[in-house]
């Protein structure tokens, strides 16, 4: 696509739910991040995927947390047994290499902005 | 700890000035740096990239690189209202994929 795409835009759940948020990343590019930003603060990083492969997953908060690449295409992040301190904005952003430092310029989707009543 | 940091401001500049945001960073072995604008409520986009030092230009907006003193900066010359936004400086770790990034300064162009 043109541009990386995430979905859903919003996305409300009850604490203990189990949520999946998505990601599609520009078209060819190899690497896809996940960060979280919470209101007012920085990013976060979560986890990072070169092809399918995630050799950095050192930013799961907890082992709630879960992430896949398929295809070497989309990645769904899942949050299982959501409490109210994971209410962010979930961001995914991808870049043609994470292996080419200058080759890793990350382009941002609109992000995911989950809300845990 | 590898360590990016920004003055979080807001800093107040005044419409047609010229306005500078500075970043430091702690890992001497970093090699791209990134500024990134983050209108309130959207995305991060990618305002300009820098590599090597000295300064580097691209319309109203100036990157400069000074890897011995470790810190990057950027300037927006005659600045507008829809410059007012908050700014992340992004720095990567030696040569590796990840990016290290600032807490972001808030600007605020008075019209």
């Known amino acids: 696509g043109a541009g990386v795409s995430q979905s859903p835009s919003n996305k409300v759940t009850e604490k203990g739910k189990d949520v999946e948020l998505r990601c599609d990343p520009i078209?060819?590019?190899?690497?896809l991040y996940w960060y979280r930003q919470s209101l007012g603060q920085g990013l976060e990083f979560l986890i990072y995927?070169?092809?399918?492969?995630?050799?950095?997953k050192s930013g799961l908060p907890s082992d709630r947390f879960s992430a896949e690449r398929t295809g070497g295409s989309v990645s769904t992040l899942t949050i299982q047994r959501t409490q109210q301190e994971d209410s962010a904005v979930y961001l995914c952003?991808?870049?043609?290499?994470?292996?080419?430092?200058?080759?890793?310029?990350?382009?941002f989707g609109a992000g995911t902005r989950l809300s845990v009543l | 700890q590898k360590e990016v940091e920004q003055n979080s401001g807001p800093l107040s500049v005044p419409e047609g000035a010229i306005a500078s945001l500075n970043c430091t960073y702690s890992?001497?072995?970093?090699?791209?740096f990134f500024w990134y604008r983050q209108y309130s409520g959207k995305s991060p986009e990618l305002i300009m990239s820098?590599?090597s030092n000295g300064d580097k230009e691209d319309g109203r907006f100036t990157a400069q690189l000074n890897k011995a003193s470790q810190y990057v900066s950027l300037l927006i010359r005659d600045s507008q209202p829809s410059d007012s936004a908050t700014y992340l400086c992004?720095?990567?770790?030696?040569?590796?994929?990840?990016?290290?990034w600032g807490a972001g300064t808030k600007l605020i162009i008075k019209p």
């Open positions: 952003a991808s870049s043609i290499s994470g292996r080419a430092v200058a080759k890793n310029i990350q382009y």
């Open positions: 820098i590599y």
């Open positions: 078209s060819g590019h190899t690497a």
């Open positions: 995927f070169q092809g399918n492969s995630a050799p950095d």
């Open positions: 890992d001497r072995g970093s090699q791209s």
């Open positions: 992004a720095v990567n770790v030696g040569s590796n994929y990840q990016l290290i």
